[in-house]
């Protein structure tokens, strides 16, 4: 079965500094990855996927990721943080096409 | 409005007691999942529906069910609750299976059990 693990479960930056939030997955098949991002008392919400083809992948508000399979790796960048980026973030997978399995979620802080 | 709408938003009860929680896609969508997120758990998957019928199933409780209708919305019923399954419930709906679409999110029910 396919899983996700999130490194570091509280991530805090300076606004303006380098946002990463790390993923590891496990996977027996090539996965699908995916970062979804919740802000307080709202669901989640889709910042970006990989399904196949390029490797570095963009999403909303100035998120990337790329996906290394060498490293079974599917960290989040951002170059500049805002402070309107403080939100929890999930990454996940799935290969069975039937259910997304997440991550426990990384809580990103920016500071002034 | 990502288009998933859940109702209700809140929902206090008591211990013993049953509820429904309802979920209504995205037009177009036909795949409807249920999680489960607290704290101590994270988001757990429970159930998918795919145009009326289950597809699949994550860590669901037997007390828990859930069905998609015609129109393919869909309820999560919930009985004989404990305080444990006071969390935050999402549905989510995709095109057709999850593969790499990924999901539109509800903004959830949050289920307090008292």
């Known amino acids: 079965a396919q899983s996700v693990t999130q490194l570091g479960s509280h991530v805090s930056v300076s606004e303006g500094a380098l946002v990463l939030l790390r993923c590891n997955y496990s996977?027996?098949?090539?996965?699908?990855l995916f970062w979804y991002v919740q802000y307080p008392n709202q669901g989640l919400q889709l910042l970006l996927k990989y399904t196949t083809g390029a490797t570095l992948v963009k999403g909303i508000n100035g998120f990337e990721a790329e996906f290394k399979k060498s490293e079974t790796s599917f960290h989040l960048t951002k170059p500049s943080a805002h402070m309107s980026d403080a939100a929890e973030y999930f990454c996940a997978v799935t290969n069975s096409g039937y259910a997304l399995n997440f991550g426990k979620g990384t809580s990103l802080l920016v500071t002034p | 409005d990502s288009g998933v709408t859940q109702t209700p938003k809140h929902l206090i009860t008591a211990t013993g007691q049953r509820v429904t929680l309802r979920c209504s896609p995205r037009s177009g969508d036909l795949s409807v999942y249920w999680y489960q997120q607290s704290l101590d758990q994270g988001l757990q998957f429970l159930i998918q529906y795919y145009n009326g019928e289950e597809r699949a199933k994550g860590n669901i409780l037997e007390r828990f069910s859930a069905q998609q209708f015609p129109d393919l919305h869909s309820e999560l019923n919930l009985s004989s609750l404990e305080l444990g399954d006071s969390a935050l419930y999402f549905c989510?709906?995709?095109?057709?299976?999850?593969?790499?679409?990924?999901?539109?999110f509800g903004s959830g029910t949050r289920l307090t059990v008292v």
């Open positions: 989510a709906s995709s095109p057709r299976s999850v593969g790499g679409y990924g999901y539109t």
């Open positions: 996977s027996s098949v090539p996965p699908y």
